[in-house]
């Protein structure tokens, strides 16, 4: 998107927005004020609108959906791309264009060469020329060979750098915040959303579970870490898959995972934790060299829900204490901080 306005209208337009950010608990970060300025200059509605219903939902505007108003209305994921990966792609097709463009005229000259030694050896008998002749098509074959290989490896080298790209395209694309064995966010996300909700000027029911794989340790020791990854692998598929916005899971240690789920109260927490711990429970896994199938994943889960003015950390301390209820009362249950 284009801001076209003149220095006084955008002077206007940061005034409106940045008391908006500090009554909403908005973080001071140039992606928000590119987005609060759209708001307050009210140039896309429908950006306006969702924000609206957020605060009127959230009290604020949590930074993940911020992110992803910001993604859907002010930039387009072209613009998201990798600048300098595009201009290197442009470069090789430019090299390529280069050396294909010098690989036929080589070729074309390679066949008029060709077209005028076919009419010398018709028109000349003498053992001489002929001699020329064939050394002159030996020397050019010699010659639109070379030119021909270098085209050839010009194309493999360009395979090669066009996958080093896409790898590398691939991994700055790859979200620092994403746990990569389990595929969700990373406790840093976690803090960032709970320490704003936590600082709104509205309060709004907001549950904590925080769940812990039992014996997780032990079931490392006696299968190995790379089935213990599997496991948490597993995990992560199934929060995801369980864990509908604005509920968000992450992995927020070890096999420790938490998911804050903004609008609810410790009630709803706890059927969804119920659900999801005798879904965990249900989990089969087979060894694939004994074929052993593998039914002891169980885990433990607490639950709190923040009360008015409770800090971040009080909110993630009563939950814990829940959970560790729970582990103490014999594992693979669920209880809810009082």
């Known amino acids: 998107m284009k801001f076209a306005e003149n220095t006084t209208q955008s002077a206007e337009y940061l005034r409106q927005a940045i008391p908006l950010m500090v009554k909403y608990n908005i973080p001071p970060n140039p992606l928000n004020y590119a987005l609060w300025y759209t708001y307050v200059s009210n140039r896309i509605p429908s950006l306006n609108f969702q924000i609206d219903q957020t605060l009127d939902t959230y009290g604020t505007c949590p930074t993940l959906l911020g992110e992803q108003m910001f993604r859907e209305h002010v930039i387009n994921d072209e613009i998201a791309n990798s600048d300098q990966t595009q201009n290197q792609l442009i470069a090789l097709t430019q090299n390529l264009h280069r050396q294909a463009a010098h690989a036929a005229k080589n070729t ?49 080298d360009a395979q090669t750098e066009i996958l080093a790209l896409k790898a590398e395209l691939q991994k700055t694309r790859q979200d620092a915040r994403i746990d990569p064995l389990t595929g969700l966010y990373n406790r840093r996300v976690f803090n960032t959303e709970l320490e704003q909700v936590a600082g709104a000027s509205k309060h709004t029911n907001t549950a904590l579970i925080m769940l812990d794989i039992d014996h997780f340790k032990k079931f490392n020791d006696d299968y190995g870490h790379l089935m213990g990854d599997k496991v948490l692998q597993y995990f992560g598929k199934l929060l995801k898959a369980e864990c509908k916005e604005p509920a ?58 923040r009360t008015e003015n409770e800090s971040a950390e009080q909110l993630i301390e009563r939950a814990d204490k829940a959970l560790y209820l729970a582990k103490n009362s014999g594992r693979n249950q669920v209880k809810i901080a009082p």
């Open 248 to 305: 968000l899971p992450v992995r927020f240690g070890g096999e420790e995972f938490a998911i804050l789920m903004i609008g609810h109260n410790e009630e709803d927490a706890a059927i969804f934790a119920e659900n999801l711990r005798q879904k965990i429970q249900a989990i089969r896994i087979k060894q694939k060299k004994s074929g052993k199938i593998i039914s002891s994943i169980t885990a433990s889960f607490g639950i709190s829900k």
């Open 108 to 156: 074309s000259d390679y066949g008029a060469m060709l077209d005028d030694s076919l009419t010398a050896l018709n028109q000349n008998d003498s053992n001489h020329n002929i001699e020329k002749i064939i050394n002159r098509l030996a020397e050019n074959t010699l010659s639109i060979s070379e030119s021909t290989g270098l085209f050839q490896k010009q194309i493999t």
